[in-house]
């Protein structure tokens, strides 16, 4: 009987660790990451370093942010990179009539991919992960075909949007934290968000409530391939020239890795914004932990690798 006893408090104890693992683990982790380097790391806590790693992690803490909300609504898009393309093709284009042109040109391609792919998913019940790899491989061969190589351009507004600063910030981090901040609020204090989350929770059940299902999946693939073209938009104006062959290329691993390790749970039902910020922060220290140290690039996509496998893990084991 004493065994019996014991045997429900060891998998309660269980539990209740994957929970907390899966509710705090992204921000012991980038902690942890943080102490490491200020450590063992040379001139970490420059200014300039810090300054990098947040001009380079923008791109991926927008695309994140609309990943995770397609993750809330149980489905995933993998096309998000190959919009970054799309967009960096579409504004090299339309440079000739003026960058905010290029700028909305960009823009609409984006939301008109991630409107394509929601309404696969919505309207023709094609699984998402088919609708958006269809997409990953056609938008990125469209993406070449506007722009078949790398293409510079001196466009003064657009090379300001990617060089700037405000009050010491990069332009391009301050674009971010407010997409933060935005989607943060859309979340949770619209009828949208509630929706979004309702829609993850049981699809089924928000169907018979009433809720305009279809439309809110339409919408937040729209929102997933808007903020993925934005971010497409940053990192062609900080690079000054379009390259959609490598541009975005495994941007997807990248913000699925962001969005699960920051609690998001892959069965949707649930959408955590700043722990998805702190994912992206944790993929970038990472990076740049690894160059630091003198060890390839290949260590990084390994280690992010495992680290999807725990997290998703956790959330599995504290469903159970």
Request: proline share 4%; no cysteine.
């Amino acid at each position: 009987m004493a065994d019996l006893a014991v045997a429900p408090r060891a998998w309660d104890g269980r539990v209740r660790l994957l929970a907390w693992l899966q509710e705090y683990g992204v921000y012991v982790s980038v902690l942890a990451l943080l102490l490491f380097n200020v450590v063992f790391t040379p001139h970490f806590l420059e200014v300039a370093n810090f300054r990098t790693q947040l001009i380079q992690v923008a791109p991926v803490v927008i695309t994140s942010l609309g990943m995770a909300l397609v993750i809330g609504t149980e489905g995933i898009d993998l096309s998000v990179g190959s919009v970054m393309a799309l967009a960096s093709a579409v504004v090299v284009l339309y440079l000739g009539y003026g960058a905010p042109v290029a700028i909305v040109a960009a823009l609409i391609g984006g939301a008109a991919v991630g409107a394509g792919g929601g309404a696969l998913v919505a309207y023709v019940g094609v699984q998402p992960i088919v609708a958006t790899l269809a997409l990953l491989v056609g938008v990125r061969g469209l993406a070449n075909v506007l722009v078949p190589q790398l293409t510079e351009f001196r466009n003064p507004t657009l090379i300001t949007l990617g060089s700037r600063s405000v009050l010491g910030l990069p332009l391009v981090v301050i674009i971010a934290a407010a997409l933060t901040v935005l989607v943060a609020f859309l979340v949770k204090r619209t009828t949208f968000g509630r929706q979004l989350v309702a829609v993850g929770g049981n699809r089924a059940a928000s169907r018979l409530s009433g809720l305009p299902v279809r439309r809110v999946l339409v919408t937040v693939y729209l929102i997933s391939g808007l903020l993925a073209a934005v971010a497409g938009v940053l990192a062609t104006s900080r690079l000054q020239a379009s390259d959609p062959t490598s541009l975005g290329l495994l941007m997807e691993l990248s913000a699925i890795t962001a969005v699960v390790v920051g609690g998001t749970p892959l069965t949707g039902g649930r959408v955590r914004v700043l722990g998805t910020v702190l994912g992206a922060l944790l993929i970038q220290l990472l990076q740049a932990t690894l160059i630091k140290h003198n060890l390839p690039q290949s260590w990084t996509q390994m280690v992010q690798a495992v680290i999807i496998l725990a997290a998703v893990y956790a959330a599995r084991g504290r469903r159970a």
